[in-house]
Structure formats: C-alpha cells, structure tokens
C-alpha cells in the first residue's frame, strides 16, 4: 500500500463526493481525481493511471443508462469520437515533465470551471431551440478536446459539454449522455496510450478501495440526473469545486509558489 489507511479512507470518501457530483451532470469526474491524488499519492503515473480508472467506472454506468432510457444515439456521437480517440491515445503516449503536466491541468480545470458556471447562468436567458451546425466542427471539436484529454489523463467531457450547450447543439440531456459516452471512449484509448508509454502504474489496494467508492457515488449521481432534478445547483457546487483544486493544482503543483 503506497498511503496510511486513514488516508486511503479519506480519499474514498472524498472520490465517492466528487462521483456523485460529476455523473449527476455527465462526467466522470477525472480532473478532480487528479486533484486529489495529487495531494497524497507520489507517483506522478499512479495519479494519471488511477484517475483514468475511476473515470472510466463511473461513465462506463453512466453511458448504459442514458442508452437504456433513450437520450443517446451512436450516429449522433461518431464524428466526435471518431477524431477523439486517435488524438486521445496520442495525447495519452506523450510523457510531459511532471510541472508542466500540472500547469496544463490547473488551467484546463479554471477553464472548464468558468465555462461550466457560465453555462447555468445562460440556461436562464436562452431559448430551447438548437441549432445546426456542419459536421466538420464535430470533427474538430473531439480532435482537440481528445488531444488535450489525453495529455492530462481525463475524458474530456469536462471540456465538450459546457462548449455545445454553448452552441446549443442539442438538449441537455443529450449533450450529458454525449459526454458522458466521449469520457468512455478517451478513457479507455487514454488507457492504452499509457500501456503503450509503459506509464500504466496501478496500485492495486489504493485503485481497488477507490473504484468500489466511485462506482456507488456514480450510480447514485445518474439516478438523481435520470429523475429530471434541476441540475443547475450541482453544476455550480461543481463549478466551485473545480476551481479551488484547479487554484491548488496551478500553484502547488504546477508553478510550486505554495
């Protein structure tokens, strides 16, 4: 076991909140895994490891029940996942130093933070209606976001959901059952990337405990998504939450000014 058993339940008890938090909206909730694994773990390839694990648990429930409800189609997905998976894996093989990793990941979380907050206040003020765009942006859209989603060790949908509610590609719900299916597919070519790197470092108690921990904070989070309650409270909470460990991962982690 690489940390204290106190520690170890702490860190379940905090995975199991952010589950909770993150499927209830479509995620999985790797950007603060990595977060958190950051303050006890030290192997810089056990954090992007164990994070893409537990990401790819919690989506894994996630995409089957918003396919077993009807609010995803696989036509409709393919052009994201089609350009993200490539870009996934080799975002994924790429070794970055260890502060460059955190500088990259403390600005992509205060990024999707603001973008993820901003996104409830124009719920208020938009219309319904989608709209049409061509399919090229589909394309691009998951290239770039799976380049980056491999290169910090998340999914992505972090990233995808607040730019097409923003563009009003689809209703919410499709758009959370799009994320949550883009994390699934990164995930596990993130995975491979890292098998390939030979940077898959797994420990097994610590992955173990933490995987029991997302998988119920998960299924309880989509259940709460799936019942129709307002959403916009937990995106929020969300929203703040991403941000404070964005702060801590920039400083500390990244830029060492803590």
């Given at each position: 076991m690489q940390i204290p058993i106190?520690?170890?339940l702490l860190l379940c008890l905090g995975f199991f909140a952010v589950a909770t938090l993150y499927s209830s909206v479509g995620f999985?909730?790797?950007?603060?895994?990595?977060?958190?694994l950051s303050i006890v773990f030290i192997s810089f390839f056990a954090i992007r490891s164990v994070a893409l694990v537990c990401n790819l648990v919690v989506v894994s429930g996630s995409t089957y029940l918003y396919f077993k409800n009807g609010h995803a189609r696989i036509a409709d997905f393919v052009p994201f996942v089609?350009?993200?998976?490539p870009l996934t894996f080799l975002g994924a093989s790429i070794t970055l130093q260890e502060n460059?990793?955190?500088?990259?990941?403390?600005?992509s979380l205060l990024l999707s933070s603001v973008f993820l907050a901003g996104q409830t206040i124009r719920n208020f003020r938009h219309r319904k209606e989608t709209k049409a765009y061509p399919k090229y942006l589909s394309y691009v859209l998951g290239a770039a976001i799976g380049f980056l989603s491999g290169l910090v060790g998340i999914g992505g949908?972090?990233?995808?959901?607040?730019?097409l509610n923003h563009l009003r590609?689809?209703?919410a719900i499709k758009i959370a059952a799009l994320a949550s299916f883009f994390i699934l597919v990164n995930s596990i070519s993130g995975l491979i990337g890292l098998m390939r790197s030979n940077t898959l470092e797994l420990p097994w108690i610590e992955t173990g405990c933490l995987v029991v921990a997302v998988f119920i904070g998960g299924q309880i989070g989509i259940r709460m998504s799936l019942q129709r309650l307002s959403a916009n409270g937990i995106k929020r909470v969300t929203a703040v939450l991403i941000f404070v460990v964005g702060v801590r991962v920039l400083l500390v982690n990244g830029l060492g000014v803590l």
């Open positions: 106190e520690h170890l999985g909730g790797g950007s603060s895994y990595l977060a958190l089609f350009t993200s998976i460059v990793f955190f500088i990259i990941l403390g600005v949908g972090i990233f995808l959901a607040p730019i590609w689809d209703k």
